[in-house]
């Protein structure tokens, strides 16, 4: 059974959390005097709400979870560092992770000197849940699983995650960065019956937000209880969480640009599939395809130099001979595929 008291490090356990000034006094107020700021009105001179009340009550409206179950981060960069941080002991505990997948896990277990395993996709890039629970130690606190897959665009069964979180005594992270452009549906509406299920989402990719930096995390309260004690207090700014605010005012939008980014990937799917010289094209779940040919360096370095830059993926695992191309708007992917035509014309 999952138990957060066996997982969470002993330090994080007992720390006592910083009370800002706006933790201590959250009513209204006519004065304020309580936080050092200036007085003089300048649209930012005032801190941000730590407890992104507004922002996330609109995101609980969205997403059909409750506000005690929302995390907001600087990006999910900063999710999955604090869920390292709260979790893993440095120099002692492990994370697990696919690959070929998102390199920020490494990158943050490394940063916080928590070893990392590995286990392999098949060539398909499908997942054996029987292969990945094999991999699991004793110290094995997490396991990061992206789905919609980054790069490969493949997507995890709801049932191999309920399977994974039943057997496995740490936390189960779900990274659906790109969740908006599959066919299948969150793993949000598991949240309730798997205390050990985490999902992360982001206003980077289908609200169009990358440059605000903020994702989401959802989990039990226990787990998300421990992100807030552990997180910068003011870690998303009051400009950011307005903007953020707007961009989610218009789901029509959003929805009408999921539908745009899922139509073009599939004319885009079928434009690569007609080339002979593209030996594989992978089927694709999120706001990006994948694709197989010979000599992918020199190919990119072509686009590249015509300015059109997409991702070399080809020294990845399992990914040889591979390119990344974002699904852009019609014009773009038009001067991608008239570039590719060249390419091979000449
Ligand atoms: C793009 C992406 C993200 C988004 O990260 P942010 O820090 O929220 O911008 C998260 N996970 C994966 C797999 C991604 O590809």
Redo the contacts with the bound molecule.
């Keep these: 059974m999952f138990n957060l008291d066996n997982i969470i490090r002993r330090n994080i356990k007992v720390l006592a959390g910083y009370s800002s000034a706006r933790d201590e006094f959250e009513g209204m107020a006519e004065v304020y005097l309580d936080a050092n700021e200036s007085p003089f009105e300048s649209k930012v001179n005032r801190y941000p709400d730590p407890n992104q009340k507004l922002l996330k009550s609109r995101i609980s409206q969205i997403k059909g979870v409750s506000e005690e179950n929302i995390i907001l981060g600087n ?3 900063e999710i999955i560092d604090l869920l390292i941080r709260a979790f893993c002991n440095p120099g002692k505990d492990a994370i697990l992770t696919l690959t070929p997948s ?1 390199g920020m896990y490494r990158v943050t277990s490394e940063i916080n000197d928590v070893t990392l395993q590995e286990c392999m996709l098949d060539e398909l890039f499908g997942l054996d849940v029987l292969k990945l629970l094999s991999h699991v130690q004793q110290h094995t606190k997490l396991i990061f699983l ?1 789905s919609p897959n ?1 790069p490969t665009g493949s997507i995890i069964p709801l049932q191999d995650i309920m399977s994974l979180c039943r057997e496995f005594k740490g936390i189960v992270v779900v ?1 659906e ?1 790109y969740i908006d452009f599959a066919e299948s549906g969150s793993c949000v509406t598991l949240l309730s019956t798997l205390p050990n299920l985490f999902v992360m989402q ?1 206003f ?2 289908s609200w169009a937000g ?1 440059g605000l ?1 903020i ?1 989401m995390g959802f989990g039990s309260k226990p787990i998300i209880d421990v992100l807030k004690k552990i997180k910068p207090p003011y870690n998303i700014s009051s400009v950011n969480q307005n903007r953020a605010l707007s961009l989610l005012t218009d789901t029509a939008v959003l929805n009408q640009r999921i539908d745009y980014i899922k139509i073009e990937r599939e004319k885009l799917y079928q434009s690569l599939r007609s080339f002979p010289q593209v030996l594989q094209v992978f089927p694709s779940q999120a706001n990006f395809l994948l694709f197989k040919v010979n000599k992918a360096r020199k190919l990119y370095e072509y686009l590249a130099q015509r300015g059109v830059v997409i991702r070399d993926r080809s020294t990845q695992p399992l990914c040889e001979g591979c390119l990344r191309v974002t699904i852009g708007t019609y014009t773009q992917n038009q001067q991608f595929i008239n570039l590719l035509n060249q390419y091979y014309d000449a």
């Design positions: 990006g999910s960069d998102y992206c980054n990274d960065a982001t980077s990719k990358a930096r994702g």
